[in-house]
């Protein structure tokens, strides 16, 4: 196939396009490439998708199929006007973030939605609303050509964010040096998560065979005490682990869910209980496959430990800041 990848030189995108040369398909990517180079094998094509002209220089060619990764709505309205006609299925990876409830556990592809963002910009706090958008240019444009793909929290090998990894590199520590680890005591709270290599799977597989409508790449259902359990045994720690009550962490101003001083992958707002609590037998169906939570975090470990166990994170708490919270902790 003549694939047109919108960006990929970030690591969805890039993965995305690295999978599809080894698949035989030739790969173009639009992008400016401040973010990094394209996989080997790929056309880069250098252009602003902010700019009317965007895809000037791709006029008069055609692909059988396209994919976007962005969260800027207007990168994906002019994408929707400038290559309806040159471009077979559009294929977008959006995210469970443009659900409009996030407290329902098992929900599937038939939740509401958020209402479309009207700007063309995006910010962290309209990153759901601004995905939404996205989705409706894409189906209004396209319609039975359109694919979307909703992951949730995207896992594996080069999450940059460090929250997938934290957990696992955490009890590698602690194996290495010894305990305890402070988590939340959020064991029951739901947690799933996809690797980025199934996710690209499925992402290619549904393009090769030509699917439409939209289907919720998410992996299994789990418990956040179940992924601490096995981020333990993949990293051969079984010492002690401290748990704080979620109100006690955020008096002392440990962050949720990602970025520095926090632990990740908990959220203390009720209305958040099922954010990683999604149903994914619509693309099991479609012919998702995921790989065992186990293997999903020992090869993060793996590329955890590449990077350096005691580097400076993206996401969690540094040694220095858990070891004064255990001490304030235990009195």
Known sequence: MDLLILGGTQWL???LAAEAVVRGHRVTCLARGGAGGVAPGVELVRADRSEPDAYAQVSGRTWDAAIDVTRQPGYARRAAEGLVDAVGTMAFISSCNVYADQNEPGADEGAA??????ADESTPETYGEAKSAIEQAYREAFGARSLTIRPGLIAGPGDGSGRSGYWVARAARAARDGGPVLVPDVLEAAAQAIHVDDLVRFTLD?????LAGAFNA?????TFGGWLETANAVAGYDGEVVAAQPRWLADHEVAEWAGPESLPLWIRDPEWDAFLDRSNAAAKQAGLVLRPLAQLLDETLAWEREQGLDRERGAGLSADRERELLGLLRG
Do not use: A, C, F, I
Request: overall charge neutral; cysteine-free.
């Open 13 to 15: 995108g890039r993965t």
């Open 113 to 118: 939605l958020l209402p479309p963002l009207v």
């Open 206 to 210: 549904s393009v090769e065979r030509d």
């Open 218 to 222: 998410v992996g299994d259902r789990g």
